[in-house]
């Protein structure tokens, strides 16, 4: 993990490129979804098929932050066809401006209900945990439980359960559940990866996807920002 960081910060990145990232979740046992990052619409079409469908179609460029803001993601994507016509669609309308775009081909997620884990380094108390609900519920909720790293076991038992609609967590109505141990589980290792890595300054994975089975948890987006 520690040489990917060197590596980044010899090409002087700010964000760290999607490739670095999943990599660095990969070592900590973060879980993500099946992903293809390809460098235009035509390997995006090439690529959707070794990944089950519908995908998702995310642009991706070094200046590209928020996505969904330039109405630059497709969802439920059925086919190769309809994988490059958004492509194609996106590509025209964001390329001039964002020099060296890209797209990210991904697996749907299975999960019913998006969290936010995020982390940011405080120069005086450290690395700070974050956990709240994620996805468009930020906006409506803006409530997050924080914790100082390194966290004890018992720590994201009452992160979660301090959160505003916590209830959500252990089903309402007709939804059930979430595994409450594998998002315990990624707490936990989030705090540890920024403990070991002191070069990462702040990590936001938004939304993390989880559902009633440990299996349905996936991070469907990250980024992460490094100290120069």
């Given amino acids: 993990a520690k040489k990917s960081i060197r590596r980044a910060k010899k090409k002087k990145q700010l964000w760290l490129e999607p490739g670095d990232v999943a990599r ?5 046992k973060i879980p993500q979804v099946e992903s293809r990052r390809v460098s235009d619409p035509e390997a995006a079409a090439g ?3 070794q990944i089950k469908y519908p995908v998702v179609l995310k ?9 969904s803001d330039v109405d630059a993601v497709r969802v439920g994507l059925a086919s190769a066809d309809e994988v490059l016509s958004a492509a194609n669609e ?10 060296g775009l890209g797209f990210i081909v991904q697996a749907m997620a299975t999960g019913h209900r998006e969290l936010l884990l995020g982390m940011s ?6 690395p700070q945990i974050v956990v709240g609900f994620g996805g468009t519920e930020v906006e409506i909720w803006r409530n997050v439980a924080l914790r100082c790293a390194p966290l004890r076991s018992g720590d994201p038992v009452q992160m979660l359960n301090s959160l505003q ?5 252990d089903g309402y109505r007709n939804q059930p559940p979430i595994d409450r141990r594998i998002v315990e589980s990624c707490i936990l290792r989030l705090s540890q990866m920024a ?9 936001d994975l938004n939304p993390f996807i989880v559902g009633e089975r440990a299996k349905e948890a996936a991070v469907v987006d990250a980024r992460i920002m490094i100290r120069h």
């Avoid at 660095?24 to 900590?28: A, D, P, Q």
């Avoid at 403990?195 to 990590?203: A, H, Q, R, S, V």
């Fill in 195 to 203: 403990m070991d890595l002191e070069d990462i300054i702040e990590m």
């Fill in 47 to 49: 690529v959707a098929h």
């Fill in 121 to 126: 380094r405080d120069p005086e108390f450290g």
């Fill in 165 to 169: 609609g916590h209830v959500l967590l």
């Fill in 90 to 99: 996106i590509h025209a309308r964001l390329s001039e401006e964002h020099k």
């Fill in 59 to 67: 642009a991706d460029a070094p200046t590209l932050i928020h996505k």
């Fill in 24 to 28: 660095l979740l990969s070592l900590y």
